[in-house]
């Protein structure tokens, strides 16, 4: 292949394969026509437009050519993206009673092509609620329905999730979309040092779990705090080795769960 397509910061490992190589075969990597190492394989964390390719020279008795090259592999990096997610539903501020069917559907942007769906009720994925749209006439006061999805592409493998709270009442329905947990990072940009700050929508002490993923979907810091009359004030200091760039923090408290983009930048 002559081209390849990788999120920023991601590795990518090559390997070479040759015939007529003898029975000692030397392959020399290139990055941009600059030798980089040599050996079976080639580990690099490339930047946009570079072109990787290996140089055999082999020592195969009956050879015509001492070297050869290979074909040159272009690679395409991307930047990662933080997504958002959209859940709104046909209830309005309507009238609707209970027992009466809802619509739920779901915008995505920068999710990738074909990004997965998972939609859940009250914390608990609900069988086959895997597309754009969950229709349901089952909810009951304060049940807190959630779209959960996985992005896909070079940059995929993130979770992003929008929740709506239902609230019956003898008017109908009505919706508040993330009313019930209110955070946010301070400072953010920072350096690294930052506070997780706000309320969990409940007066009672109860624990928070807090996450920290990179843009490639790994955890980088996990840590479960308990909150103060439903507050929580959290200093997160992440480790020196975390380099700058966006981040995931994801805050959960019972079936809340809130996603904040944190920047980093030393």
Known sequence: DNSGVICKGASVTFTATSAFGGDAPVYAWMKNGVFKGSGLTYTVAPEDGDAIYCVLTSNYVCRTA??????????????????????????????????????????????GDFPEYQWLLNGEAIAGATTLTFVTN????????????????????????????????NVGVVHVADADMTVRVVPNPNNGVFAVQGTLGTTGSEDAHLEITNMLGQVIYR???????GSIDERIVLDNAVSN????????????????HVTVSR
Do not use: W
């Open 66 to 111: 001492s070297t050869a090259t290979s074909s040159v592999t272009t690679m395409e990096v991307m930047e990662p993206k933080l997504p958002t997610i959209v859940v709104t539903t046909d209830a309005g501020a309507g009238p609707i009673k209970e027992g009466e069917f809802v619509t739920f559907q779901v915008t995505v942007t920068d999710a």
């Open 138 to 169: 089952q909810l009951k006061h304060m049940d807190s329905v959630t779209c959960r999805i996985l992005t896909s592409g070079p940059c995929g493998g993130t979770f992003a999730y929008q929740s709506i709270v239902i609230n019956i009442s």
């Open 223 to 229: 840590n479960t705090v308990r909150s103060h009359r």
């Open 245 to 260: 760039g966006m981040y995931l923090i994801s805050v959960t408290s019972g079936d809340r769960t809130k996603v904040l």
